[in-house]
């Protein structure tokens, strides 16, 4: 099984439309991001969360919010999805005082 | 404003031969620097690193090179082979206050292997 697991793997959605991506770690570890991916931009930073009660805005959380329920759940939600959001959705973990991220396998969502 | 930039969005060599992905930073503040792979349909996997304190870190095939002077460090693969053709990512990073470490992507350099 994966350490990092985020459902679901693919998504259609239609513009306004409500979505939720979900991201859940058996790792253990205590930080949380949202990232997501754009052709030639590379990965930019949507939210992360460093323990349960912190959640921080990265580069480009217009549009978004997220939710950490427990330790090993962080979701991401489109309160009204838009087009320019078709993208690659990751969701990363990480453990305090250590430099790696683990990233899941990433949501491709399509606004239509 | 970009704090990493690899200025090449791709690059292809040929099988055996060494691939160099280039990787230039802004912020002097980062202390400690990553490699992460991409394949397609598959998340980032880390790579190999390298400690701000050091020039040179080797494993394997891959080994990277930091120039803190310069602000630059490079990933050389030898030999390349075509299970190597992925995207890179150059991720720095630096510790924020209470031990958080966040970091920072480049846009990422796709490499070719051709057989």
């Known amino acids: 099984d994966a350490d990092v697991t985020q459902t679901p793997r693919n998504r259609i959605t239609k513009t306004g439309k409500r979505i939720m991506l979900e991201c859940s770690q058996t790792?253990?570890?205590?930080?949380m991001y949202w990232y997501r991916q754009d052709p030639g931009l590379g990965l930019r930073l949507i939210y992360y969360?460093?323990?349960?009660?912190?959640?921080n805005k990265g580069e480009i959380s217009d549009g978004y919010s997220v939710s950490r329920q427990a330790q090993a759940k962080f979701s991401l939600s489109l309160e009204s999805a838009i087009p320019n959001q078709t993208a690659l959705y990751f969701c990363?973990?990480?453990?305090?005082?250590?430099?790696?991220?683990?990233f899941g396998s990433g949501t491709r969502l399509t606004v239509v | 404003d970009q704090q990493v930039k690899q200025n090449s969005p791709s690059l292809s060599v040929q099988e055996g031969r060494i691939s160099i992905l280039n990787c230039d930073y802004t912020?002097?503040?980062?202390?400690?620097f990553l490699w992460y792979k991409k394949y397609p349909a598959e998340g980032p996997t880390f790579l190999i690193s390298?400690?701000?304190i050091k020039d040179k870190n080797e494993d394997g095939r891959f080994t990277v090179f930091l120039n803190k002077s310069a602000k630059h460090l490079s990933l050389h693969i030898v030999p390349s082979q075509p299970g190597d053709s992925a995207v890179y990512f150059c991720?720095?990073?630096?510790w924020g206050g209470g031990s958080n470490y966040k970091l920072t992507f480049g846009k990422g350099t796709l490499l070719t292997v051709n057989p």
């Open positions: 990363a973990t990480s453990l305090q005082g250590k430099t790696g991220y683990t």
């Open positions: 790792k253990g570890h205590d930080r």
């Open positions: 969360s460093f323990d349960v009660k912190d959640i």
């Open positions: 912020n002097s503040m980062f202390d400690y």
């Open positions: 390298i400690s701000s």
């Open positions: 991720a720095p990073g630096q």
